[in-house]
Structures are given as structure tokens and as C-alpha cells.
């Protein structure tokens, strides 16, 4: 009985070629991101050795030392709640303005629509400084220097913009079938607007107030300009403050720096489905 062998086949050059590619691409991801997760790393590992010089940290902490952190929270612990109070004022501001204005130019077809999201877009483009110093000649006469009201506006009006052209593309692609069966059960504008058209945006509005909470987290330029006291006082403020007076405690400096990072990762997290939905939800109509 004659018996047969297999030879099993080489792979071809061009499986060879491709998977040589993936473990490229897969290395060359892996090295940007180590690069571009350093310095957070390196945060945390100062940090954590809150009795070494800036000069003689370690490169791996031998220790879990934290009280550096216990430092930073007796010393900002009051600042990182007034950031959190300021940034989710600031929120609600920024939504209660973009959702109504972006609803009216994405359903109720404005004369010189496009032309309102167009400046809409420019003027994110305006130097933060210019307004600054507008606003602090602004705030003086209306007595909102040195006010937690005066920062949460002044920081919601960097996130309104981004805020009503996210939200006018997504509330574009609502079909008007919907909304017109609204108005025929007997719903009026408003009632449509806040039982219908905001419910179907939710991954916008998230997107949105996310976005607007980040901005309002990590302002400093607003939180310098209108504000003389320390009555209100952001972490960002502190930490700028806190370098001035503990430059030789970089521990300490550092931990308030995580800490300062912490609510702004977690809801990153939290919210990374809402936001990819949010942001490309208004992409296909």
C-alpha cells in the first residue's frame, strides 16, 4: 500500500508581508504611545517619592510614600471643589445656551444660518487673552470680579461654541416626521424641544457637557484674569500658586497635579461610547 506525505506549504510572501506590517504598526503604536504617557508617569513617580529633588527622583518608585498626596489635598483640597463647582456651573450654562440655539438652526431654517455657525466657529479663534481682558473691564461694572457666578459664565463661554455646532449636526439628522408629530399630538414648540428632540440627542448633549467641563476644569487664564482674591480660587490657580511657594516640594506639587487629573480621566472613561456616538452621530443624515 503505497503512503502519501504532506508537506505543509510555506506561507506566501505576500500573508508574510502583511503580518510583518500589523507587528509594525503594532510596535510603532506601542512607542508613541509610551512617548505621549511619560509625562503623566512621571508624574505619578514624583509623586510618589515626595522626599527626592526634582533632580534625584528615581526612575522606579522603591516605595509607596503618600503623603506628598496627603499634602496636597490639606493644601487644594478647597480648590479642587471649587473648580468642580465652578465646571459643572459652567456646564449647566453652556447647555442651557448651545441646546436651544443649535435646536433653532438645525430646525427652523434661519435666514443666514450657516452664516451664525460660521462666526460661531471663528470665534474660537479669538485669543483667549482678548477676551480676558474684556470681560475684566465687563465684570468691574457689573460687580462679578472675584464671584463664583462671574468665573462659571466666563468659563462656560468657551465651551457654548463647540457646544451649538456639535449639537446643530446632530439635531439636523432628527428626522422632521418626528418632530412634526409632536406639534400634531398637541405639543408646542418647547414641550417638542424638551420631550422629543432632547431625549434622541443625549449622546450630543453628553458630548457636549463633557467637553465644556473639560474646558471649564482646566481654565487658567479666566481664573487669573477675574479673579484679584482668593475667595475663588481654582486647582488650577493653586497649583500655579502652590509651584511659587513649595518649589522645592515637587512631590507635593505633583501629587496635587494627579489629583487635579483625576475627575477629568474618570469621566473620560465613563463617557468614551457617548462621545464617539455624540460626535459622529451627526455625520449621516
Known sequence: MATTTQTSAAPAPATVHRTGRRWGATVLGVVILAVM????????????????????VAPVPTGLD???????????????????????????????????????????GLRGGRTIVFGTLITQMV???????ALYSAYV?????NSYFGLMLADASLGIPFAIVLMRAFMVSIPR???????????GRVRTFVRVVLPMSRN????????????????FMF????????????ITLGIYQ????????????????????????????????????????GSVK
Open 37 to 56: 504617557l511619560f509625562p503623566l508617569y512621571w508624574m505619578v513617580n514624583t509623586a510618589l517619592q515626595p522626599d527626592a529633588s526634582l533632580v534625584d
Open 66 to 108: 503618600l503623603s506628598g498626596f496627603s499634602s496636597a489635598l490639606a493644601d487644594q483640597g478647597t480648590n479642587l471643589l471649587t473648580s468642580l463647582a465652578v465646571a459643572l456651573g459652567a456646564v449647566a450654562i453652556c447647555l442651557a445656551v448651545s441646546a436651544p440655539a443649535a435646536y433653532g438652526l438645525a430646525q427652523f
Open 127 to 133: 485669543p483667549g487673552i482678548v477676551i480676558a481682558n
Open 141 to 145: 461694572d457689573l460687580g462679578l470680579v
Open 177 to 187: 416626521e418626528v418632530i412634526e408629530a409632536a406639534e400634531v399630538d398637541g405639543a
Open 204 to 219: 450630543s448633549l453628553i458630548t457636549a457637557g463633557l467637553f465644556s467641563f473639560l474646558y471649564a476644569w482646566s481654565d
Open 223 to 234: 481664573a487669573l484674569t477675574l479673579n484679584t482674591t482668593d475667595d475663588v480660587k481654582p
Open 242 to 281: 502652590y509651584i511659587g511657594a513649595h518649589v522645592g516640594d515637587w512631590g507635593s506639587v505633583m501629587a496635587a497635579s494627579v489629583l487635579s487629573a483625576v475627575p477629568a480621566a474618570v469621566l473620560l472613561v465613563l463617557s468614551q461610547k457617548y462621545i464617539a456616538a455624540g460626535i459622529t452621530g
